[in-house]
């Protein structure tokens, strides 16, 4: 666990500490402030505190990191990472929620970050099953992850990035997705939303708003043809039987 009270900067350029005052973080080239993350999550009602910090433990996986103190025990990962889902963007989502008896403190009662303990000692504590692909465009989206990140399986709500993901890979999903759904999705809006469960959505949404304004030019052709005299409408016929 790297302290926030310290400078770091990320090797990969994915994620860099930019501000100790505020917890400031950069991540995939967003700027991120972690107290907004906790405000947020505070708002859910099932927690009675948290903290959000970050991760490095291997140099090369960085990653947001959630500490949460509930309120009861039936408190489920999936129920953060679904409400932080309606109300912040996916880089601002942490990749792991660990659920704490309570917060280790100062002397003067403040929360210790630096006493937090570390994830990888808390994994088996608080999984979160992973919910697999089902819709025909999860899978799809899936197919296309899978061999990208060496994975055989991964959930539709894995963050692409916490997976083994960077960069140039991302460039590689993008290019697929554009070929295979015809949509123009560009890298940064994936950066936005790098889980398959969220492009899916988008994908969906991409597609109704190109089928609409195909209708919606079709729409305007057919009464462009209803315009035609009974000349121009033979003269286009055969231009189109010739062009054939």
Not at 117 to 122: A, H, T, V
Not at 134 to 152: F, H, K, S
Request: charged residues 25%; proline residues 5%.
């Amino acid at each position: 666990m790297i302290s926030l009270a310290g400078a770091a900067t990320g090797s990969d350029g994915q994620l860099e500490l930019v501000g100790r005052r505020d917890y400031q973080v950069k991540i995939r080239g967003f700027r991120v402030e972690l107290n907004d993350i906790e405000a947020t999550l505070m708002q859910q009602g099932g927690i009675k505190k948290c903290v959000v910090t970050f991760a490095d433990a291997d140099n090369e996986r960085k990653r947001l990191v959630a500490y949460v103190v509930p309120k009861m025990n039936d408190l489920q990962p999936a129920d953060l990472r679904n409400f932080l889902r309606d109300r912040l963007p996916g880089y601002m989502i942490p990749a792991d929620f660990f659920l704490l008896d309570k917060m280790p403190l100062t002397p003067t009662g403040k929360i210790d970050r630096e006493a937090l303990p570390k994830p990888e000692e808390l994994q088996s504590e608080w999984t979160e099953t992973a919910v697999s692909p089902t819709t025909p465009l999860q899978i799809a989206l899936a197919n296309i992850w899978q061999p990208l990140l060496g994975r055989e399986t991964i959930g539709i709500h894995a963050n692409f990035f916490d997976n083994g993901g960077h960069s140039l890979l991302a460039t590689q999903v993008v290019s697929r997705i554009r070929d295979q759904f015809n949509i123009e999705l560009s890298q940064r809006r994936f950066f936005e939303i790098p889980t398959i469960a969220d492009l899916a959505v988008e994908i969906e949404q991409m597609q109704q708003e190109t089928a609409a304004t195909r209708v919606a030019a079709a729409e305007v052709e057919m009464a462009d043809l209803d315009n035609l005299s009974d000349e121009e409408a033979e003269a286009l016929l055969a231009q189109i039987m010739a062009e054939e």
